[in-house]
């Protein structure tokens, strides 16, 4: 049969070439590898996220706020002129836990040395700007933690800052 279909002008039946395993590999398995290890790192980066926060949201109980409020200080602030600047500040720590609210008029003493020595190598200039408040926060909040060790800070917030 197959020698009519030839002899009536049919074209011949076509034989299918097996792929070499250089070119199986090439074409077909290091694609669905790439696409396979990309979707997964993008997998992981998206949502790892997401599920840290989640973990560490589980961690840790929730509770309103805790602050403590700290007294009003003036500090001479460094100058190179005969005329003094003073900086007056009111802060208030922000608590890891309602447990440090009493913890952390023990250590407050040890706070509140931390921050004058430090503000008192302060310039006016270092303070212009937000820039300025937010290193300054920053400093404060770093001497804050160490200081106030057992209690948690958490933050440091500005209720007033004169500079005169």
């Known amino acids: 049969m197959a020698e009519e279909a030839v002899a ?11 792929m070499s395993g250089k ?13 396979g290890g990309g979707g997964a ?19 840790e109980p929730e509770h309103p706020p805790v602050y403590f409020d700290m007294e009003e200080m003036t500090v001479n602030l460094t100058t190179a002129g005969k005329r003094n600047s003073y900086l007056k500040l009111k ?8 447990e440090d609210s009493e913890t952390i008029p023990n250590v407050l003493p040890r706070v509140v040395d931390q921050f004058q020595i430090y503000l008192r190598g302060v310039r ?24 106030a060790a057992p209690a948690t800070v958490k933050d440091v917030l500005f209720k007033v800052v004169q500079i005169q």
């Open 91 to 98: 802060l208030a720590l922000e608590l890891g836990a309602p």
């Open 23 to 35: 070119k199986l590999v090439l074409f077909i398995i290091l694609p669905l590898l790439l696409f």
């Open 41 to 59: 790192a993008a997998w992981l980066l998206l949502f790892k996220g997401d599920m840290e926060a989640e973990a560490h949201a589980e961690a």
């Open 124 to 147: 006016v200039e270092d303070l212009q700007g937000s820039d300025g408040l937010q290193r300054l926060r920053e400093e404060l909040l770093m001497r804050a933690q160490k200081s």
């Open 8 to 18: 009536e002008g049919a074209p011949p039946p076509v034989q299918r070439k097996r």
